[in-house]
């Protein structure tokens, strides 16, 4: 109860900023909504209109909150109305409906666990080369740090396009753009657990005679698990955004990223909202699924789990 406790009281504070932001988002286009269909809306005075710009209220129109909660294309959708679209779209829906966030969320979570393994394949096999290989060490860790600095957002395009041409589209191309934000949290996790062992750990097992590779696999690699596991949480959450991103400049028909443009394009908020919380949901739950492994191996490797 304890650990449930203070993330209930951060998800009640965001609810209750959201629930307020709400009305003065979308009090002006409900004022004029209101008007054209004939409800009693009174004009605000010129002192009211310049104190209240900044907000969208009018103490006079105090009668047209409730409405700010109900609009069919508000500016900030309410809380309610992005659950009920999700519902909509997630339980009445035939998973094979091109209206459902199940159908679009298989279409985004394919690549990016395709995307996952590979970057997290390629993010050990570097970090094991870093820490046993002084060059690798100078000449790989500078470059991969380096080219997290390359904005996604400018990368993935050229990716989409170059691949694109070489005729290589579909799973692929979003696979590599996961795997491109995926591997570094692997990388720098794994070179940290493996050089965890302490000195004192590193000279017992010279004094057996123990060679690189049983080094490895009775002190290193076992010591490297809790830090392992910590860079793949950080890492199926950055594949998946990843994915999102790659749907964006293609003009994807499915997925998160789909979904999300096609709210944008077609003034349906809700839609894009949905898509989001849907892809946050996603995120959640690969990430407590990771949590419940982790607790289960530790405990049976005699770690301590929190």
Same mark, same amino acid.
């Given at each position: ?112 666990? $395709? ?5 997290? @394949?390629? /993010?050990?096999?570097?970090? &094991? +080369?870093?820490? %046993? ?114 749907? $964006? ?5 499915? @997925?998160? /990223?789909?979904?999300?443009? &096609? +709210?944008?394009? %077609? ?40």
């Amino acid at each position: 109860m304890k650990s449930v406790l203070p993330v209930l009281t951060v998800v009640g504070t965001i609810l209750l900023f959201w629930l307020v932001a709400v009305v003065p988002m979308n009090m002006h286009l409900v004022a004029d909504q209101a008007q054209r269909d004939g409800l009693s809306v009174t004009p605000e005075t010129p002192v009211e209109r310049q104190e209240y710009s900044g907000i969208g209220l009018s103490l006079r129109n105090l009668h047209l909150v409730p409405l700010t909660y109900d609009f069919v294309r508000p500016r900030l959708p309410a809380p309610q109305q992005v659950a009920g679209e999700m519902y909509k779209t997630v339980f009445e829906k035939k998973i094979t409906s091109k209206r459902s966030l199940v159908y679009h969320g298989w279409v985004t979570l394919a690549p990016t666990l $395709l995307g996952f393994f590979i970057g997290t @394949g390629l /993010g050990i096999l570097l970090a &094991v +080369g870093i820490v %046993y290989s002084r060059v690798m060490d100078r000449s790989v860790m500078p470059w991969a740090i380096v080219s997290q600095t390359i904005p996604i957002l400018a990368l993935a395009p050229m990716v989409i396009v170059v691949l694109g041409s070489m005729g290589i589209q579909g799973l692929f191309p979003k696979s590599l753009i996961a795997a491109y934000l995926s591997f570094f949290p692997v990388v720098v996790g794994m070179v940290k657990g493996l050089r965890a062992p302490d000195g004192m750990q590193l000279d017992l097992l010279r004094t057996y005679h123990a060679s690189p590779a049983q080094g490895f696999w009775a002190l290193r690699l076992p010591a490297s698990v809790p830090y392992l596991f910590a860079s793949l949480k950080i890492g199926i959450s950055a594949s998946l955004i990843g994915t999102i991103v790659a749907e $964006l400049p293609t003009g994807a028909k499915a @997925g998160f /990223g789909a979904r999300m443009l &096609v +709210g944008d394009q %077609y003034g349906q908020p809700l839609v894009s909202w949905a898509a989001l919380f849907a892809a946050a949901l996603t995120a959640a739950a690969l990430v407590g699924l990771f949590s419940v492994v982790e607790r289960v191996t530790l405990r049976r490797m005699g770690m301590r789990t929190a």
